[in-house]
């Protein structure tokens, strides 16, 4: 038992690392987040997938089970979260020279990083292919394989997350205005990219 068990431990720590630090609109967000608001507002975007993945799980597995359009479905999926990673895109461009204190408008922190991870098709993706399957294999084996694949994945996956949005946290206190304005404006063309291609990809769905 000892051996599948690792097996799969190991699985989540290599699946977990790998989503984790992979370029996408949550991790654009992370960084921007931490940037104008501080780490403790990057870490709840991190946290997302913990708030959030537990329904995407369980519908993914129906819908691969029983959806014979998984396509169309998608299409639909990938043009909602291009649509509001474009208005995060936005969002970066107007932010101000400078970071702002606690005292501006509100962060909504939890919100944006519920509805990026819910709206991007990543999770999704994931959760139907290599996700399903490999947490198929750990349930034949037991309780235990499905623990240590699971803590491992997102230990992983939102560790590298906080991660980074303590370090960005900290740079925003050697930012000056001009770089400051810089890296949001990266930031920002980063997430209009990430939005156009969902966009594009849910175009093509329904082509």
């Not at 431990?9 to 790998?18: D, E, F, P, R």
């Not at 996408?24 to 960084?31: C, D, Q, S, T, W």
């Not at 519908?59 to 979260?81: E, I, N, P």
């Not at 895109?89 to 990083?113: H, I, L, M």
Request: glycine fraction near 12%; proline fraction near 5%.
């Amino acid at each position: 038992m000892r051996g599948p068990v690792l097996a799969a431990l190991l699985s989540g720590l290599v699946l977990g690392l790998s989503a984790g630090l992979a370029p996408g609109p949550l991790m654009a967000l992370v960084i921007a987040q931490s940037l104008r608001h501080g780490a403790r507002e990057g870490c709840k975007i991190a946290l997302a997938p913990l708030l959030t993945d537990a329904p995407v799980i369980l519908l993914a597995f129906w819908f691969a089970a029983g959806l014979r359009d998984h396509a169309r479905w998608f299409g639909v999926l990938s043009l909602l979260g291009g649509a509001f990673v474009l208005h995060l895109a936005f969002d970066a461009f107007r932010s101000p020279t400078a970071p702002v204190d606690e005292a501006g408008a509100p962060p909504q922190s939890w919100f944006k990083g519920a509805a990026t991870n819910l709206l991007s098709p990543h999770p999704w993706l994931f959760w139907m292919t290599v996700g399903a399957a490999t947490l198929a294999r750990t349930q034949a084996v037991g309780a235990h394989a499905v623990a240590a694949f699971l803590g491992a994945f997102y230990g992983l996956l939102v560790g590298s997350k906080l991660l980074l949005a303590l370090l960005a946290g900290r740079s925003r206190d050697w930012l000056d205005g001009r770089g400051y304005r810089a890296v949001m404006a990266l930031l920002g063309g980063l997430l209009f990219l990430f939005a156009g291609s969902l966009i594009l990809r849910g175009l093509v769905a329904f082509s």
